[in-house]
């Protein structure tokens, strides 16, 4: 079985590395489910998975997403003296901006280098803040429950580069960063409720999270055992969000490839409903936006000290410019693949009146969340027509009222739930 499983993913390294045979698009192609076998190449497995499920790809010119300034002068200033641990599980010397300014994929500890760069990606910044939906479907469409809410936010405690106190605010344990759901605003059932926290510098220390639930008049505290499992009744767990939401010092990873692939970095829509391919059946789960070829990183993560766990491992496919993850694919204790969540991006200064950044930065106007066995799934987007869009992705807003220390405590979420 050892042998078979080692001569396995040797085939998956051999493939993700071999240049790839597939037909270059041009711009202004349509690639569906009739005519994507030519483009394969150029797609994870579960997006040829969303073609089956009615999705459209249109082909656009690959175009750049930099860096704002702030964060690139900061790499300059900083990213020479960083240094990995001999576990690879922490970094020495961070202080600001990307850890590693370059990746060789023949170094032994790409995968941890470029995971550590996702840590610390330039798109969550100082300051971070968006207003969502979750929509939970159905295999006919039928949106069995909708989730919303004004607060998604993130603050983080270290490598700031435009909010005083830079580049840290102090704390005793020191905190990377912290975040907060909630408190949801619908449905009824789940009014007010509300998902806290914090992330630790230190190696040794889980993250701190807290679930209230006011309808019980209670915080739970949440099991770092847990991290897999679905939060509020639908398909995204924990670890999943935008991508890969986990401590990286709770994973091994090892690097799969380098490959170009297409992603939709620059979509061209945003909070409307034309986003998803059709309001009924699969085709309302994915999205019919634009996509463009870009090369990424292909890294395969297994949970080391996560026990129990739903997923076996985690293949991201992360952007090699902005260090997201474009593509999270996760798999059963069979290895089969179970979920996907897909990230839909537009880079650009603006994507309505009223707020522009001296800097392009990355809005992700929505996500697809699809459960391929059980046939589900929960796609995440701003509110959409009709609704005013009030805190959509706002970066370094330096709201002293909101986005402040003392906004991420226990008695915050619970008294902002009332």
């Known amino acids: 079985m050892e042998r078979r499983e080692s001569l396995l993913a040797a085939l998956i390294v051999l493939v993700l590395c071999s240049p790839a045979f597939a037909v270059d698009p041009k711009p202004g192609t349509i690639i569906t489910k009739l005519d994507h076998e030519a483009y394969d190449e150029l797609m994870p497995p579960s997006v040829r998975n969303f073609l089956e499920l009615g999705m459209k790809i249109e082909v656009r010119a690959p175009e750049s997403c930099p860096w704002p300034h702030a964060f690139i002068e900061a790499t300059e200033k900083y990213s020479a003296q960083v240094k990995l641990t001999d576990d690879r599980r922490a970094l020495r010397g961070y202080v600001a901006g990307m850890p590693f300014a370059k990746i060789d994929p023949a170094d032994p500890a790409a995968a941890w280098k470029i995971m550590w760069n996702h840590e610390h990606k330039p798109a969550f910044s100082d300051d971070v803040r968006t207003e969502w939906t979750i929509d939970n479907q159905d295999d006919t469409g039928y949106v069995e429950k909708t989730l919303s809410s004004e607060v998604w936010r993130r603050l983080k405690w270290e490598g700031r580069v435009v909010l005083a106190p830079t580049p840290t605010i102090a704390h005793d344990p020191a905190i990377r960063y912290t975040e907060q759901w909630g408190p949801i605003q619908t449905p009824f059932d ?111 993560g297994k949970p080391t000290f996560l026990r129990p766990y739903a997923f076996s491992k985690r293949h991201l496919w992360i952007d090699a410019e902005v260090f997201n993850v474009s593509t999270s694919e996760m798999f059963d204790k069979r290895e089969e693949l179970w979920k996907v969540w897909q990230n839909v991006f537009w880079c650009t200064t603006s994507v309505r009146d009223g707020r522009k950044y001296p800097d392009q930065r990355l809005f992700t106007p929505a996500v697809a969340m699809v459960d391929f066995q059980l046939r589900h799934s929960s796609r995440i987007l701003p509110p959409g027509p009709g609704n005013p869009l009030r805190y959509d992705w706002m970066f370094e807003t330096g709201d002293a009222s909101e986005n402040t220390p003392d906004f991420y405590t226990i008695a915050s979420m619970v008294s902002g739930a009332r």
């Open 190 to 300: 789940l009014v007010g409720a509300g998902f806290l926290l914090y992330r630790y510098e230190d190696v040794t220390r889980p993250d701190d999270s807290w679930l209230y639930l006011p309808q019980l008049r209670r915080v739970r505290r949440y099991s770092s055992a847990d991290r897999s499992g679905t939060l509020f009744g639908t398909d995204i767990d924990q670890d999943s969000i935008w991508g890969f939401n986990s401590k990286p010092e709770l994973w091994d990873f090892r690097m799969l490839g380098e490959k170009e692939i297409l992603v939709p970095m620059h979509a061209g829509k945003y909070a409307t409903a034309d986003i998803w391919c059709d309001s009924k059946g699969t085709a309302s789960w994915v999205p019919c936006v634009q996509w463009e070829k870009r090369k990424v990183w292909v890294v395969e």
